[in-house]
């Protein structure tokens, strides 16, 4: 059975159709980032670019940024003592200090502290360690170089009105090599656009087989196929699907990217909430120590590149595998091809509702999953990681167990 579904779909226009829309999305998506990234270089060079160079002249590859951006370079050397100066003072710093990183990013803010701009909470030391790091790895920075703010600092902040707009540029960051593309696809919800095509593709679950009544399932009567068969390898094939459109569309994407600007390094840090010891600083004040632990105990820790890959990998086998489980529940109660197909397509949008510990959907935002940064929207402590893992298998299950058990009248006395 497993055998002719997928024999059915592999000549399949549909399929190669499929394939090649999400590559145009990805490379559409890539394409775009590399031009804003381009265009605020352009816009900012002259005063905002000076000090993010000099911090990327720590890591490894700074002759290419220096060859598209040619202009900042002189800047970039009349910095460099600067960034030389505050550079050694981190380093003799004996706990995670409050390192007036302001004084790297931008000659306007300069003498503005960082708390000024609602960077509070472990946001800085999280950056000056992350700057370490890839320093210490030989790793090229990301161009340009961002603080890793938090969705909740995000919401809070609240600067003088006169660098607001400085806020969104010292956050946003533009992935321009391949794994740091796929890394910012699970981080925006990019996969949904997958599962959506895929399943106006393919969505169509078991409502062929009901759909004309009981004549396709005497069919499948016949030739001894029983509703529990029919099931099973349809999930699987709505499983096996997506998995080999996704693998091939971004197998596709690598090789274009590696071509375009390079794959990037795996071992790239990713921030990660765990359960940590507070946030020191050198700094005599109570309210800024309060401040920088507002999430306390968690904190935000580093991990590579590869790590959460393979954690937002898992995470989207088990949503595939939920995914197929509610195709065939929608299509077992519609009946209707088309129906079943815009309804399952459709769905996936519920992902992207506010993150709220009572909203179920919440625990399917891959990236606040695999970063454990759910945890704080939970207020609890724990790594959620597996148990939201392990849920999502068991839901997938659970729904088609029901499927199973909920065999149309005319299957009823088929041997299984």
Partial sequence: MFLLEWLQHKHSTILFTVIGLLLVGAIGYYEYSLYQQTQVADETAAEWYPGMLALVKKTRDKKALYKKFPDVLLAVKEQHALATHNAAA?????????????????????????????????????????????????????????????????????????????????????????????????RTGGIIFGLITINLAFGTGVAEEL???????????????????LVTTRWLSLIAIPIVSLVAATGLFLGYSLMRTGLGDLRYPVQHWITGPPWDTLFNDVRLREAMNYFAPLRIELMPLSQYLLLAGALLLAIICLNAAI???????????????????????????PINAHNPFSYLNIDTSATNYIATVVDTTQTLYWPILGSIFLAALLI???VILWRPAVAKGVRK
């Fill in 90 to 186: 981190e380093q003799k710093a004996v706990t995670p200090s409050f390192v007036d990183f302001t004084h790297y990013f931008s000659p306007i803010i300069r003498g503005q502290h960082a708390e000024q701009l609602g960077f509070v909470a472990g946001e800085v030391q999280a950056t000056r360690h992350e700057l370490m790091y890839l320093q210490k790895n030989h790793i090229t920075a990301m161009f340009p170089i961002a603080f890793l703010a938090n969705p909740k600092t995000a919401e809070s902040v609240n600067p003088p009105l006169a660098l607001a707009p400085i806020i969104p540029i010292m956050t946003t960051s533009y992935y321009e090599n391949g794994w740091y593309q796929v890394w910012d696809w699970f």
């Fill in 211 to 229: 759909q004309n009544g009981a004549q396709r399932l005497r069919f499948l009567r016949l030739h001894q196929v029983n509703w529990w068969r």
């Fill in 327 to 353: 195709i065939l529940l929608v299509s077992r109660i519609v009946k209707q091809p088309l129906v079943t197909q815009v309804l399952s397509a459709l769905w996936p949008f519920l992902i992207f509702l």
């Fill in 400 to 402: 088609l167990g029901v």
